[in-house]
Structure formats: structure tokens, C-alpha cells
């Protein structure tokens, strides 16, 4: 269900304060402040026998790619720090994850 029909079946009215704003929108407002650490790192080696590649289907910035001879390649730059990888993958010590570090990482800017 939408969150525009949730609204409607409970009959719930809109703070019009707050501009709508869509999910593209949204997305265009991002910045992604990069710190030369990489806060995610992918050990190549523990993905070499991964043929499910969890992380390659479930990072909704598509920062997982899947190479010819079975590895994987990752640039943190564009991620969206949501965590979906680290959750997805079945591999222990394939992910290591952090937060960038303070003032880093994604900012979402209010249009
Ligand atoms: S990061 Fe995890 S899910 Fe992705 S290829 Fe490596 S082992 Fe598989
Ligand atoms: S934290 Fe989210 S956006 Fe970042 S690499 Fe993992 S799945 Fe992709």
C-alpha cells in the first residue's frame, strides 16, 4: 500500500508545512562526502566462493560488481550507509563496515 492510500484509508491529513517531495527528489538532494578511509571494505578472497551475491541484488546504490573470474568489485563513494549489505551477506569476514567518520558520508540536503 502507497503511503498516499494509507493516508486516505485512515484518513489522515498532510502537515503541508513540510514540502512533499518524491523519492527521486530526495535522492538528487544527496551528497556524499568522501573520505579518503573507505568505511566499508569487501575482502575479495571470502566473495570468490559466494554464488549467491546477496550484495550485488540487495545495494540499492548498485555498488557491488560482479567480475568474470568470480570476484567482486565495491566503491564505497556512493553508498547510502543503509546497511543492507552487511545484513545480506552470508559470508563472515566478507563485509567490514563502519560509519564513515564524522562529517563524512551521505548528506541529505532540505530543498
Ligand atoms: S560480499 Fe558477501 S554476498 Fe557479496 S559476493 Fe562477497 S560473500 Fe557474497
Ligand atoms: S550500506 Fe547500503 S548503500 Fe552502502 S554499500 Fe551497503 S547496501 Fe550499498
Not at 36 to 63: K, M
Amino acid at each position: 500500500m502507497s503511503l498516499e492510500s494509507l493516508r486516505a484509508a485512515n484518513n489522515i491529513e498532510r502537515d503541508n508545512t513540510w514540502a512533499e517531495i518524491s523519492f527521486q527528489e530526495r535522492i538528487d538532494t544527496a551528497e556524499f562526502r568522501i573520505h579518503e578511509r573507505a568505511h566499508i571494505t569487501v575482502n575479495g578472497d571470502s566473495c570468490r566462493g559466494c554464488t549467491t551475491r546477496e550484495c550485488v541484488v540487495a545495494c540499492p546504490a548498485n555498488l557491488f560488481v560482479p567480475t568474470s573470474d568470480g570476484g567482486i568489485l565495491f566503491n564505497y563513494e556512493n553508498c547510502f550507509e543503509c546497511g543492507t549489505c552487511y545484513l545480506v551477506c552470508n559470508q563472515a569476514g566478507a563485509i567490514t563496515w563502519t560509519y564513515p567518520e564524522g562529517g563524512y558520508g551521505i548528506v541529505f540536503h532540505r530543498t
